[in-house]
Structures are given as structure tokens and as C-alpha cells.
């Protein structure tokens, strides 16, 4: 089967992000409204139901650092939204100026992944894997909705290493020497109009940190940040052009 290439505007904006008193429980979530907010025993959950974001795509990262970067460990959970569009990690998470760079490994509810590779403002690699800018299917993944995933990232320093592990099995790995440590978080990506269906069913993601833990860093502080428009991807608009 076929999926759609995650093509999308990447536009950053403000977000509404609660952290502190974590007294909403892991099973509410809000009825309305977009943002990042913190939940029960660990986890984030990315909420929108908005109307103004279709075809966008948020990350936001916490204020710790790795360099070089060891193991970056997250479990998902996509709860509803568009199937086929992606959630996952950043990791390798640097800031240029205004601008951020890192690396993206998500995935989707039908067993596909993306590796990607984001630099300067515009500029996207996909699918470092192969290099054919084409999603990639694992039978280690969990496919559906409220399934956890565990993604794992470990960098090899010595030899510029990426591997990539879905629920503790080894799947693959990509060489590449652009980013060898920084920050990491969370991604998530919403569906065009026709794709979505907001604002009765929000794109409404989980997230949860294992690697590196809390109590290896200074801060625990979620960030998010602004951006301007960009296509993410020279993919399918070029061919199209």
C-alpha cells in the first residue's frame, strides 16, 4: 500500500504548553484547543483540533544536552488524527540563530517509518536509510491506535552510527557525521483539511521520555519556538511541479 509522503508545511507557532502541577490525568485530555501539556506519570500529549494548523508540523524538545549524544529512547502513543501522518523523535536538536536543525525519525499507525535530516531553514533530507525518499515498513512496530512504540536511537561515535530499534529489536542504521550530539524531543504532524476531521476528531499523541532520564540533566523544561513556512520535503512538489 501506497501511504502519503509527509509533504507538509512546517510552521512552529507559539504553543500553549502546561507544564508544572501535572494534575490531569493520563486518561483526560482537553476538549477543545492545541498545545503541548503535561500528563500523568511522565507523559506529554500533543492536542490540536484547530482549524489553522492543517498541514503543519510541531516540535518541541527539552533543555537537555548530549554531545556527543549516547541514547535517545522515547515511547509513543497515537491516540487519533490522520493515520498516515507521522509522530516520533527529534534528537541531535541544535539551534542557529532562530533556526533549528536536527534529526527526525517518525512513524505512523500501519508499521512505516521516516528518517529525516532538517538543516538551516528550508533544507530536508529524507529517508536517510536508502536514500529514495520513500516510507520504510517494519513488522516491529505496533500498528494502530493507542499502541505504545518504543523508539530507540543509539549513536556510535566512532564510527558516525546511527541505530535505529523499534520495541527493543534492532531494525536499521544510517551513517552520518552532520549532528553528533545536541537536544531531542517530540514530533508530531497534522493532515490537510480534507484529511483531518476537526474538530470532532483532534490529532491527540502521547509521548513519554526513557533516554536520557531527568535525573542525568539540569532541566526538565519543554521549549517550543516559532517558525516561518517551509515545505518539508523536495519530494512530491518538485516531481509535481
Known amino acids: 500500500m501506497k501511504f502519503r509522503k509527509s509533504c507538509l508545511l512546517l510552521l512552529l ?3 500553549l504548553f502546561t507544564v508544572g502541577c501535572g494534575k490531569q490525568s493520563s486518561s483526560s485530555k482537553p476538549k477543545e484547543g492545541h498545545g503541548w501539556f503535561a500528563e500523568k506519570d511522565g507523559w506529554v500529549r500533543f492536542y490540536t483540533n484547530s482549524k489553522e494548523v492543517y498541514g503543519w508540523g510541531f516540535w518541541a524538545w527539552d533543555d537537555i544536552e548530549e554531545n556527543p549524544m549516547k541514547i535517545v529512547e ?34 505512523n499507525t500501519h508499521g512505516y517509518y521516516l528518517v529525516s535530516k532538517k538543516v538551516n531553514v528550508d533544507e530536508w533530507t529524507h529517508d536517510l536509510v536508502d536514500d529514495d525518499n520513500e516510507w520504510n515498513y517494519t513488522d516491529k512496530l505496533y500498528k494502530g491506535y493507542n499502541v505504545e512504540n518504543k523508539i530507540k536511537v543509539e549513536y556510535d561515535s566512532t564510527t558516525n552510527t546511527f541505530k535505529i530499534y523499534f520495541n527493543d529489536k534492532y531494525v536499521t542504521s544510517f551513517e552520518d557525521s552532520t549532528f553528533t550530539g545536541g537536544k531531542f524531543g517530540y514530533y508530531a504532524s497534522v493532515g490537510q483539511k480534507e484529511e483531518e476531521n476537526f474538530p470532532k476528531t483532534p490529532v491527540n499523541i502521547l ?5 536520557p532520564t531527568k535525573t542525568q540533566t539540569k532541566s526538565s523544561q519543554i521549549s517550543t519556538h516559532r517558525f516561518e513556512p517551509l515545505f518539508d520535503s523536495a519530494s512530491e512538489k518538485a516531481r509535481n511541479d
Do not use: A, M
Not at 502513543?77 to 525519525?105: A, H, M, Q, W
Open 207 to 211: 509521548f513519554k521520555q526513557h533516554q
Open 13 to 15: 507557532v507559539s504553543l
Open 74 to 107: 522515547t515511547s509513543v502513543k497515537k491516540i487519533s488524527g490522520n493515520p498516515d501522518y507521522g509522530y516520533g523523535i527529534v534528537f541531535c536538536l541544535r539551534k542557529i540563530s532562530e533556526e533549528t536543525e536536527f534529526y527526525r525519525l517518525i512513524i
